[in-house]
């Protein structure tokens, strides 16, 4: 009795002393009461902090963690003009325009600038960079066929994301922005958004569309 009593003293000390450390992180989800009509703490805010850092920069590498994101999440898309609700679209967005992406450029790539959780508005807002090389810029300068010299000439954007987080630590909006684009480049967006905007329409509307149509509309484009 003495070694259970004991028992249960030290694993309810250890699990306070674990919630109380900024590296861990419990989701209130698990909880039986529902918090996602509150704001979030600070704990909530660094959880997502730390996905969204992990996440973006395997934008155009891999399928995306969309575990933080809640079932109803709102993505307002405002570079392409477009709308998505619940995960299930979100997913079909990102994967498909990650999916272009890797297809479109011989190089492309997603990097961080900063990470900020807001606590007064309950918000983790991301600055990221996409980074690419276009085949015909490829095709006009040899040269970007070496990396090194590749790597210090690549054409750009910058967007800014905004991730709003409720009391159980789930993300239930996401807003996309542009900020930026490298003046000295072409750039991906402008005209060719507007295209990559009809055509992600178009293959969500026609999901058995055939790769052959997909890679003649990519040529095209760029």
């Known amino acids: 009795m003495l070694r259970n009593a004991l028992s249960g003293s030290f694993d309810t000390i250890l699990t306070v002393k674990r919630c109380n450390s900024p590296s861990f992180h419990v989701s209130r989800r698990f909880l039986a009461v529902d918090y996602s009509e509150e704001k979030p703490g600070a704990p909530q805010l660094e959880h997502i902090q730390k996905r969204v850092t992990e996440t973006v920069p395997l934008m155009f590498r891999q399928r995306l963690d969309y575990t933080f994101y809640r079932n109803d999440v709102f993505c307002d898309n405002q570079i392409l003009n477009m709308q998505k609700k619940g995960r299930t679209q979100l997913m079909s967005h990102?994967?498909?325009?990650?999916?272009?992406?890797?297809?479109?450029?011989?190089?492309?790539?997603?990097?961080?600038?900063?990470?900020?959780?807001?606590?007064?508005?309950?918000?983790?807002?991301?600055?990221?960079?996409?980074?690419?090389?276009?085949?015909?810029?490829?095709?006009?300068?040899?040269?970007?066929?070496?990396?090194?010299?590749?790597?210090?000439?690549?054409?750009?954007?910058?967007?800014?994301?905004?991730?709003?987080?409720?009391?159980?630590?789930?993300?239930?909006?996401?807003?996309?922005?542009?900020?930026?684009?490298d003046e000295g480049q072409k750039s991906l967006l402008g005209t060719s958004a507007e295209k990559v905007k009809q055509k992600i329409a178009e293959l969500q509307q026609q999901p058995s569309v055939n790769a052959s149509k997909t890679y003649f509309f990519l040529r095209m484009l760029f």
């Open 94 to 181: 990102f994967g498909l325009i990650g999916t272009l992406g890797q297809v479109a450029f011989p190089h492309i790539q997603m990097e961080v600038i900063s990470v900020v959780p807001i606590l007064e508005d309950g918000t983790v807002r991301c600055r990221w960079r996409v980074k690419y090389v276009s085949f015909w810029r490829l095709a006009t300068n040899p040269r970007l066929f070496r990396f090194d010299y590749r790597m210090k000439n690549l054409s750009w954007f910058d967007g800014y994301s905004v991730f709003t987080v409720d009391g159980n630590g789930d993300v239930y909006k996401v807003t996309v922005q542009k900020t930026m684009k």
